[in-house]
Nanobody, 128 residues
């Protein structure tokens, strides 16, 4: 079993930054790729960014490319999402999720229902 806990959400003005963290309960995240997903009111959950467990490959949805950066610290069993130049349309509940040994981080990010474990989410509100 794997438990994921997100933190770092909050209220920020447009153009501001936040760093989300996803901490895992296990002693190791070996073989688990991690993704950040978000869901805004009235919208479907979408994959924002995903990172592999082995070769460091990453995927970003077009709307966040150049603004968000995903990274992982395997020694701390934690994955981060650095979000810069935030826009009001980034407002959503952000979830981290884990997938065991996926074939592709891009595919993983496009199929949230395929993830094995989910956190409970953290709210990000971008507003002036």
């Amino acid at each position: 079993q794997l438990q994921l806990v997100e933190s770092g959400g909050g209220l920020v003005q447009p153009g501001g930054s936040l760093r989300l963290s996803c901490a895992a309960s296990r002693s190791t995240l070996d073989y688990f790729a991690i993704g950040w997903f978000r869901q805004a009111p009235g919208k479907e959950r979408e994959g924002v960014s995903c990172i592999s467990y082995n070769d460091g490959s990453t995927y970003y949805v077009d709307s966040v490319k150049g603004r968000f950066t995903i990274s992982r610290d395997n020694a701390k069993n934690t994955v981060y999402l650095q979000m810069n130049s935030l826009k009001p349309e980034d407002t959503a509940v952000y979830y981290c999720a884990a997938d065991y040994d996926p074939s592709s981080v891009k595919a993983m990010c496009h199929i949230p229902e395929g993830m094995d474990y989910w956190g409970k989410g953290t709210l990000v509100t971008v507003s002036s």
